[in-house]
Protein backbone atom coordinates (compact mmCIF):
# COMPACT_ATOMS: atom_id res chain seq x y z
CA UNK A 1 0.00 0.00 0.00
CA UNK A 2 2.73 2.42 0.40
CA UNK A 3 4.33 2.05 -2.55
CA UNK A 4 0.83 2.74 -4.22
CA UNK A 5 0.08 5.64 -2.66
CA UNK A 6 2.53 8.18 -3.96
CA UNK A 7 0.58 7.08 -7.23
CA UNK A 8 -2.69 7.70 -6.55
CA UNK A 9 -1.68 11.30 -4.88
CA UNK A 10 -0.07 11.95 -8.50
CA UNK A 11 -3.75 10.97 -10.16
CA UNK A 12 -5.64 12.37 -7.63
CA UNK A 13 -3.75 16.01 -7.81
CA UNK A 14 -4.87 16.85 -11.49
CA UNK A 15 -8.01 15.61 -10.81
CA UNK A 16 -9.06 18.00 -7.48
CA UNK A 17 -7.12 21.12 -9.66
CA UNK A 18 -9.38 20.11 -12.68
CA UNK A 19 -12.46 20.37 -10.14
CA UNK A 20 -11.86 23.47 -8.82
CA UNK A 21 -11.32 25.56 -11.95
CA UNK A 22 -13.69 28.14 -13.10
CA UNK A 23 -15.30 29.24 -15.93
CA UNK A 24 -14.17 32.54 -17.70
CA UNK A 25 -16.36 34.21 -20.39
CA UNK A 26 -15.46 37.11 -22.48
CA UNK A 27 -17.54 39.14 -24.35
CA UNK A 28 -16.88 40.35 -28.16
CA UNK A 29 -15.85 43.62 -26.76
CA UNK A 30 -13.58 42.21 -23.91
CA UNK A 31 -10.01 40.94 -23.60
CA UNK A 32 -9.02 38.57 -20.94
CA UNK A 33 -5.25 38.77 -18.97
CA UNK A 34 -3.88 36.17 -17.07
CA UNK A 35 -1.61 36.66 -13.75
CA UNK A 36 -0.01 33.64 -12.52
CA UNK A 37 0.22 33.34 -8.87
CA UNK A 38 1.36 30.68 -7.67
CA UNK A 39 3.31 27.88 -10.13
CA UNK A 40 5.18 24.87 -9.17
CA UNK A 41 7.00 24.90 -12.26
CA UNK A 42 7.71 28.22 -13.97
CA UNK A 43 7.51 31.70 -13.15
CA UNK A 44 4.53 34.12 -12.31
CA UNK A 45 3.46 36.98 -13.35
CA UNK A 46 1.29 38.32 -16.09
CA UNK A 47 1.19 35.89 -18.53
CA UNK A 48 2.10 38.19 -22.35
CA UNK A 49 -0.71 36.01 -24.25
CA UNK A 50 -3.54 38.01 -23.85
CA UNK A 51 -6.69 35.75 -24.33
CA UNK A 52 -8.87 36.97 -27.20
CA UNK A 53 -12.58 38.18 -27.21
CA UNK A 54 -15.78 36.45 -26.59
CA UNK A 55 -14.30 32.89 -25.77
CA UNK A 56 -14.53 30.86 -22.29
CA UNK A 57 -11.94 29.99 -20.47
CA UNK A 58 -10.76 27.89 -17.17
CA UNK A 59 -8.65 28.74 -14.31
CA UNK A 60 -7.81 28.09 -11.11
CA UNK A 61 -8.90 30.94 -8.87
CA UNK A 62 -6.59 30.57 -6.18
CA UNK A 63 -3.53 30.74 -7.75
CA UNK A 64 -4.32 32.54 -11.42
CA UNK A 65 -5.78 36.31 -11.36
CA UNK A 66 -7.90 37.70 -14.27
CA UNK A 67 -8.36 41.09 -15.26
CA UNK A 68 -11.02 41.75 -18.22
CA UNK A 69 -10.58 44.82 -20.56
CA UNK A 70 -12.92 46.41 -22.69
CA UNK A 71 -11.77 47.26 -25.33
CA UNK A 72 -14.96 48.51 -27.70
CA UNK A 73 -14.71 51.99 -28.38
CA UNK A 74 -14.99 54.55 -26.17
CA UNK A 75 -15.06 58.58 -25.72
CA UNK A 76 -12.65 60.47 -23.95
CA UNK A 77 -14.83 63.81 -23.26
CA UNK A 78 -13.69 67.13 -21.80
CA UNK A 79 -15.94 70.01 -22.20
CA UNK A 80 -17.47 72.65 -20.33
CA UNK A 81 -19.99 70.99 -19.48
CA UNK A 82 -21.09 69.22 -16.81
CA UNK A 83 -23.60 66.09 -18.04
CA UNK A 84 -21.41 65.75 -21.13
CA UNK A 85 -17.73 65.70 -20.13
CA UNK A 86 -16.04 62.92 -18.47
CA UNK A 87 -15.33 64.96 -15.35
CA UNK A 88 -17.46 67.25 -13.13
CA UNK A 89 -17.30 71.06 -13.76
CA UNK A 90 -15.03 72.67 -16.66
CA UNK A 91 -12.74 70.20 -18.13
CA UNK A 92 -12.17 71.88 -21.30
CA UNK A 93 -9.07 72.22 -22.89
CA UNK A 94 -7.07 75.71 -22.64
CA UNK A 95 -4.32 77.38 -24.29
CA UNK A 96 -2.88 80.20 -25.81
CA UNK A 97 -2.99 80.45 -29.26
CA UNK A 98 -0.32 81.57 -31.61
CA UNK A 99 -1.15 85.58 -31.24
CA UNK A 100 -1.23 84.79 -27.71
CA UNK A 101 -4.94 84.96 -26.78
CA UNK A 102 -6.91 82.68 -24.36
CA UNK A 103 -8.96 79.72 -25.69
CA UNK A 104 -10.46 77.17 -24.26
CA UNK A 105 -11.77 74.30 -26.34
CA UNK A 106 -14.21 71.64 -26.17
CA UNK A 107 -12.47 68.29 -27.42
CA UNK A 108 -13.89 64.32 -27.73
CA UNK A 109 -11.56 61.33 -28.18
CA UNK A 110 -12.46 58.41 -29.80
CA UNK A 111 -10.71 55.45 -28.96
CA UNK A 112 -10.20 51.90 -28.07
CA UNK A 113 -7.48 49.47 -26.89
CA UNK A 114 -5.27 46.99 -28.45
CA UNK A 115 -6.61 43.74 -27.43
CA UNK A 116 -3.10 41.86 -28.04
CA UNK A 117 -1.69 45.13 -25.70
CA UNK A 118 -3.61 44.35 -22.63
CA UNK A 119 -1.21 42.35 -20.82
CA UNK A 120 1.64 45.26 -21.57
CA UNK A 121 -1.07 47.74 -20.27
CA UNK A 122 -1.90 45.44 -17.19
CA UNK A 123 1.36 45.49 -16.53
CA UNK A 124 2.79 48.69 -16.92
CA UNK A 125 -0.36 51.04 -16.88
CA UNK A 126 -3.30 50.24 -15.27
CA UNK A 127 -5.98 46.82 -14.33
CA UNK A 128 -8.97 48.36 -15.94
CA UNK A 129 -9.68 50.71 -19.27
CA UNK A 130 -10.70 53.19 -17.20
CA UNK A 131 -7.16 53.35 -15.07
CA UNK A 132 -5.69 53.19 -18.50
CA UNK A 133 -7.97 56.15 -19.75
CA UNK A 134 -6.95 58.18 -16.52
CA UNK A 135 -3.09 57.58 -16.71
CA UNK A 136 -2.17 57.29 -20.42
CA UNK A 137 -5.11 58.71 -22.80
CA UNK A 138 -5.79 61.73 -21.12
CA UNK A 139 -2.70 63.22 -20.13
CA UNK A 140 -1.12 62.75 -23.66
CA UNK A 141 -3.87 63.96 -25.65
CA UNK A 142 -4.26 66.56 -23.61
CA UNK A 143 -0.90 67.65 -24.09
CA UNK A 144 -0.32 66.36 -27.81
CA UNK A 145 -3.85 68.85 -28.43
CA UNK A 146 -2.01 71.68 -26.94
CA UNK A 147 0.73 71.56 -29.02
CA UNK A 148 -1.23 71.18 -32.16
CA UNK A 149 -3.76 73.85 -31.81
CA UNK A 150 -1.71 76.63 -30.23
CA UNK A 151 0.00 76.84 -33.46
CA UNK A 152 -3.69 78.37 -35.28
CA UNK A 153 -4.39 81.97 -34.95
CA UNK A 154 -6.92 83.54 -33.13
CA UNK A 155 -9.25 84.21 -36.19
CA UNK A 156 -8.80 80.58 -37.74
CA UNK A 157 -11.09 79.09 -34.66
CA UNK A 158 -13.59 80.18 -36.82
CA UNK A 159 -12.43 78.27 -40.48
CA UNK A 160 -14.21 75.12 -40.56
CA UNK A 161 -11.91 73.68 -43.02
CA UNK A 162 -8.50 74.61 -40.99
CA UNK A 163 -10.13 73.21 -37.61
CA UNK A 164 -11.37 69.70 -39.41
CA UNK A 165 -7.21 69.88 -40.77
CA UNK A 166 -6.06 70.53 -37.38
CA UNK A 167 -8.00 67.87 -35.28
CA UNK A 168 -7.14 65.53 -37.99
CA UNK A 169 -3.85 66.70 -37.42
CA UNK A 170 -3.89 65.89 -33.76
CA UNK A 171 -5.37 62.34 -33.96
CA UNK A 172 -2.25 61.34 -35.94
CA UNK A 173 0.31 63.06 -33.41
CA UNK A 174 -2.19 61.18 -30.98
CA UNK A 175 -1.52 57.68 -32.32
CA UNK A 176 1.81 58.14 -33.47
CA UNK A 177 2.33 58.42 -28.81
CA UNK A 178 -0.44 55.89 -27.71
CA UNK A 179 -0.32 53.37 -30.80
CA UNK A 180 3.07 51.38 -29.41
CA UNK A 181 0.98 51.48 -25.73
CA UNK A 182 -1.72 49.89 -27.30
CA UNK A 183 -3.95 52.46 -27.51
CA UNK A 184 -6.07 52.97 -30.42
CA UNK A 185 -6.57 56.71 -31.57
CA UNK A 186 -9.79 56.66 -34.25
CA UNK A 187 -11.07 60.32 -34.13
CA UNK A 188 -10.58 63.79 -32.70
CA UNK A 189 -13.58 66.34 -32.37
CA UNK A 190 -13.16 69.85 -31.97
CA UNK A 191 -16.40 71.73 -30.24
CA UNK A 192 -17.52 74.60 -28.91
CA UNK A 193 -14.34 77.11 -28.33
CA UNK A 194 -14.46 80.39 -26.08
CA UNK A 195 -12.18 82.98 -26.15
CA UNK A 196 -12.08 85.89 -23.17
CA UNK A 197 -15.26 87.94 -23.79
CA UNK A 198 -13.52 91.23 -24.82
CA UNK A 199 -11.55 89.29 -27.67
CA UNK A 200 -14.50 86.98 -28.39
CA UNK A 201 -16.59 90.34 -28.98
CA UNK A 202 -13.37 91.92 -31.38
CA UNK A 203 -13.19 88.23 -32.78
CA UNK A 204 -17.17 88.49 -33.86
CA UNK A 205 -17.13 92.51 -34.75
CA UNK A 206 -14.11 91.31 -37.38
CA UNK A 207 -16.00 88.53 -38.54
CA UNK A 208 -18.73 90.59 -39.37
CA UNK A 209 -17.36 93.50 -41.26
CA UNK A 210 -15.46 90.66 -43.17
CA UNK A 211 -18.63 88.50 -44.34
CA UNK A 212 -20.03 92.39 -45.32
CA UNK A 213 -17.65 93.37 -47.36
CA UNK A 214 -17.35 89.59 -48.97
CA UNK A 215 -21.54 90.37 -49.61
CA UNK A 216 -20.73 94.06 -50.83
CA UNK A 217 -17.61 92.66 -52.99
CA UNK A 218 -20.01 89.96 -54.60
CA UNK A 219 -22.96 92.10 -55.04
CA UNK A 220 -20.52 94.34 -57.01
CA UNK A 221 -19.10 91.71 -59.05
CA UNK A 222 -22.74 90.67 -59.29
CA UNK A 223 -23.58 94.26 -60.91
CA UNK A 224 -20.56 94.78 -63.02
CA UNK A 225 -21.76 91.71 -64.97
CA UNK A 226 -24.93 92.93 -65.66
CA UNK A 227 -23.51 95.82 -66.63
CA UNK A 228 -21.49 93.43 -69.37
CA UNK A 229 -24.30 91.35 -69.79
CA UNK A 230 -26.43 94.27 -70.79
CA UNK A 231 -23.40 96.23 -72.76
CA UNK A 232 -23.15 93.30 -75.04
CA UNK A 233 -26.86 93.61 -75.72
CA UNK A 234 -26.50 96.78 -76.54
CA UNK A 235 -23.47 96.04 -78.57
CA UNK A 236 -25.69 93.03 -80.65
CA UNK A 237 -28.73 95.22 -80.94
CA UNK A 238 -26.31 98.19 -82.17
CA UNK A 239 -24.59 95.99 -84.66
CA UNK A 240 -27.58 94.46 -85.63
CA UNK A 241 -29.34 97.99 -86.82
CA UNK A 242 -25.84 98.87 -88.60
CA UNK A 243 -26.15 95.46 -90.70
CA UNK A 244 -29.55 96.18 -91.26
CA UNK A 245 -28.54 99.97 -92.58
CA UNK A 246 -25.66 98.15 -94.59
CA UNK A 247 -28.96 96.26 -96.38
CA UNK A 248 -30.65 98.49 -96.68
CA UNK A 249 -28.04 101.02 -98.53
CA UNK A 250 -26.98 98.34 -100.78
CA UNK A 251 -30.71 97.35 -101.51
CA UNK A 252 -31.50 100.85 -102.47
CA UNK A 253 -27.93 100.88 -104.49
CA UNK A 254 -28.95 97.93 -106.63
CA UNK A 255 -32.06 99.69 -107.15
CA UNK A 256 -30.72 102.58 -108.04
CA UNK A 257 -28.17 100.99 -110.60
CA UNK A 258 -30.59 99.05 -111.56
CA UNK A 259 -32.83 102.25 -112.47
CA UNK A 260 -29.73 104.12 -113.46
CA UNK A 261 -28.69 101.18 -116.09
CA UNK A 262 -32.36 101.59 -117.50
CA UNK A 263 -32.81 104.79 -118.11
CA UNK A 264 -28.99 104.76 -119.72
CA UNK A 265 -30.46 102.38 -122.27
CA UNK A 266 -33.57 103.89 -122.55
CA UNK A 267 -31.55 107.40 -123.65
CA UNK A 268 -28.89 105.35 -125.16
CA UNK A 269 -32.29 103.67 -127.59
CA UNK A 270 -33.79 107.48 -127.62
CA UNK A 271 -30.30 108.90 -128.77
CA UNK A 272 -29.53 106.07 -131.64
CA UNK A 273 -33.29 106.60 -132.64
CA UNK A 274 -32.65 110.13 -133.02
CA UNK A 275 -29.82 109.54 -134.53
CA UNK A 276 -31.28 107.29 -136.88
CA UNK A 277 -33.85 110.06 -137.49
CA UNK A 278 -31.72 112.61 -138.23
CA UNK A 279 -29.38 110.56 -140.38
CA UNK A 280 -32.41 109.51 -142.07
CA UNK A 281 -33.42 113.40 -142.40
CA UNK A 282 -30.01 113.94 -143.89
CA UNK A 283 -29.39 111.60 -146.07
CA UNK A 284 -33.50 112.59 -147.64
CA UNK A 285 -32.01 116.13 -148.05
CA UNK A 286 -28.61 115.50 -149.55
CA UNK A 287 -31.26 113.37 -151.52
CA UNK A 288 -33.48 116.05 -152.49
CA UNK A 289 -30.65 118.31 -152.73
CA UNK A 290 -29.90 116.44 -156.06
CA UNK A 291 -31.30 115.79 -159.43
CA UNK A 292 -34.15 113.40 -157.83
CA UNK A 293 -35.41 116.24 -155.26
CA UNK A 294 -36.32 118.50 -158.88
CA UNK A 295 -37.49 115.55 -160.07
CA UNK A 296 -39.49 114.85 -157.23
CA UNK A 297 -40.82 118.20 -157.28
CA UNK A 298 -42.02 117.46 -160.45
CA UNK A 299 -43.57 114.77 -159.48
CA UNK A 300 -45.63 116.14 -157.15
CA UNK A 301 -46.46 119.02 -159.46
CA UNK A 302 -47.79 116.31 -161.71
CA UNK A 303 -49.53 114.66 -159.27
CA UNK A 304 -50.89 118.26 -158.13
CA UNK A 305 -52.33 119.58 -161.13
CA UNK A 306 -53.31 115.74 -162.37
CA UNK A 307 -56.54 116.55 -163.92
CA UNK A 308 -56.93 120.27 -163.68
CA UNK A 309 -57.77 121.98 -166.66
CA UNK A 310 -54.81 123.99 -167.18
CA UNK A 311 -55.16 126.97 -169.89
CA UNK A 312 -51.78 129.35 -171.11
CA UNK A 313 -52.32 132.56 -172.30
CA UNK A 314 -49.53 134.86 -173.66
CA UNK A 315 -49.46 137.96 -171.60
CA UNK A 316 -47.97 141.41 -173.06
CA UNK A 317 -47.64 139.99 -176.19
CA UNK A 318 -46.09 136.49 -175.33
CA UNK A 319 -45.12 134.09 -177.71
CA UNK A 320 -46.80 130.69 -176.47
CA UNK A 321 -43.92 129.33 -178.67
CA UNK A 322 -40.96 130.68 -176.60
CA UNK A 323 -42.71 130.01 -173.49
CA UNK A 324 -40.50 127.83 -171.18
CA UNK A 325 -43.09 125.43 -169.90
CA UNK A 326 -41.00 123.74 -167.57
CA UNK A 327 -39.93 126.56 -165.60
CA UNK A 328 -43.38 127.97 -165.69
CA UNK A 329 -45.07 124.94 -163.37
CA UNK A 330 -41.90 124.56 -160.96
CA UNK A 331 -42.78 128.16 -160.18
CA UNK A 332 -45.93 127.59 -160.27
CA UNK A 333 -45.31 124.44 -157.99
CA UNK A 334 -43.39 126.58 -155.86
CA UNK A 335 -46.27 129.34 -155.17
CA UNK A 336 -48.70 127.11 -153.99
CA UNK A 337 -46.66 125.16 -151.64
CA UNK A 338 -45.47 128.99 -149.89
CA UNK A 339 -49.58 129.83 -150.35
CA UNK A 340 -49.26 132.56 -152.88
CA UNK A 341 -51.35 132.69 -155.57
CA UNK A 342 -50.79 131.44 -158.93
CA UNK A 343 -49.14 133.90 -161.86
CA UNK A 344 -51.70 134.49 -164.11
CA UNK A 345 -50.67 132.57 -167.68
Not at 81 to 95: I, T
Not at 145 to 165: C, G, I, P, W
Amino acid sequence: MSKLAPRWTALAMPLWMLAGCLPHSLESTEAGVRTVRLAAFGSTGVVPEPYAPGQTYFFIPIINGWTVFDVGLQNLAMTTSRDSGAREGDDSLRFKTADGNDISVDVTIAWRLDPSKTPYLLQFVGGSTLEVEERLVRPVTRTVLRDVLNEMRSEQYYDTAMRFKKADQAREACAHYLGPEGVLIDQVLLGEHKFNEAYEQVIKDKTVAEQEAARLRSESEAAAEQMKRELEVAKGQVNQTIETAHGDAAMAKLSADASYFQRDREAQALMAEAKARTEGLRAQARALAGSGGHNMVKLKVAEALAGKPILFMPASGGDLRTTNMNDLITKYAAMQAVGASAPTP
